[in-house]
């Protein structure tokens, strides 16, 4: 298939961000299968828009420096194209989506990657749009893809979770973990509660106990002296840092908690390196993992610290082991761009059925 992806920008100066590096991948994954894939990225204001890129592996990388840059240069690529992908957060992303739904002969195709935002807080799709795009692909599933169809009238609504990197995301130890518990990720006011009930609370209580929260923005004031700050984990140290953990804790967007199927880019990486994984829950989990078994969930300090003092470090690594085979039968960037062609072919086979015609 010809394929152009409209997001945000996978160049090299966004190599350290979350959502580069997956697009990188899956354009990576997709050229392996023999698509061609043109991937086009919004020119930052001191580059030049018309500089073409280096091709990324197995694809192809473009930018354009506005909407008008965009339709003069783009417009045979999209026309031509079997389909056409937008990407959420892209600016004048409502306009753009327009002229996509408009130029595009192929399939149109929206991705959510911000599913539980209001309605009335998006800036890059209308109700009309919603309409429009013969696709809607989200990284949350669950009730969320029936209201898409049922509510929504979205002619097809699917999941295409957030994934990760194997070639990236592989088990690194050290000899001795840092810390018994660590989290990554930055400062939520939404999750502060969850975070403190899960990790600060059990290091008040588990004095000898080592623990690290890594990320920009969390308050020091408060914590306990057995808590480590790190403000920064650069992508490529995330391996090593989730290698430094006995257990790493996986907390939830708010808003998955309670729409649920919304899995964070943090459980696939900590599982595809190994790390033995705590979490909250949330609807959906046990579609993604095995409770128990391949993650451990909580919702007191006790149950934490149960964990931490009571699971022999054999059945730890055990458990650690069964959720990186989870991912890697299951969530990596190949897996999704799989699915990615089969939701593709099924439209165009006019086999993708509404959910609520499924049944």
């Not at 989290?183 to 006011?189: E, S, T, V």
């Not at 003092?309 to 458990?319: F, G, K, L, W």
């Not at 299951?330 to 959910?355: I, M």
Request: include cysteine; proline fraction near 7%; charged fraction near 25%.
């Amino acid at each position: 298939m010809k394929l152009v992806i409209l997001g945000a920008s996978i160049s090299s100066a966004a190599r350290g961000s979350d959502r580069a590096a997956a697009f990188r991948a899956l354009v990576r994954e997709l050229g392996r299968s023999g698509h061609e894939v043109l991937y086009l990225e919004r020119s930052p204001p001191s580059r030049a828009p018309r500089e073409v890129l280096a091709p990324s592996q197995h694809g192809s990388i473009r930018r354009y420096r506005d909407l008008a840059d965009l339709k003069a240069r783009f417009a045979q690529a999209v026309r031509g194209a079997d389909a056409v992908i937008v990407c959420s957060r892209l600016p004048q992303g409502a306009a753009l989506g327009d002229w996509v739904l408009e130029t595009a002969a192929g399939i149109s195709v929206f991705y959510d990657l911000d599913p539980t935002m209001a309605a009335a807080a998006r800036t890059d799709l209308t109700p009309s749009a919603i309409r429009r795009y013969r696709l809607y692909l989200s990284v949350a599933g669950g009730p969320l893809l029936r209201q898409l169809e049922r509510e929504l009238s979205s002619p097809c609504a699917r999941t295409l979770y957030r994934f990760c990197d194997p070639e990236q995301f592989y088990p690194e130890r050290r000899q001795e973990e840092s810390w018994d518990l660590g989290y990554l990720g930055g400062h939520c006011p939404e999750r502060r509660p969850r975070l403190e009930a899960l990790l600060l609370e059990p290091a008040r209580r588990w004095r000898s106990g080592r623990f690290v929260i890594a990320g920009a923005g969390h308050p020091v004031v408060g914590s306990p002296s057995n808590v480590s700050h790190r403000k920064r984990v650069p992508y490529q140290a995330r391996r090593g840092f989730y290698g430094s953990l006995r257990y790493t804790l996986c907390l939830a967007q708010a808003a998955a908690l309670g729409a649920g199927y919304a899995p964070s880019v943090r459980l696939f990486e900590a599982a595809a390196c190994g790390a033995p994984m705590i979490a909250d829950d949330w609807p959906g989990l046990d579609a993604l993992f095995s409770p128990g078994e391949e993650v451990l969930l909580v919702q007191r300090p006790e149950e934490v610290l149960v964990f931490l003092t009571e699971v022999p470090d054999t059945a730890r690594r055990a458990m650690g082991e069964l959720a990186r085979r989870r991912v890697l039968t299951q969530h990596t960037a190949a897996h999704r761009a799989v699915e990615l062609v089969e939701h593709l072919e099924s439209v165009v086979a006019g086999q993708a059925l509404p959910l609520q015609g499924l049944g």
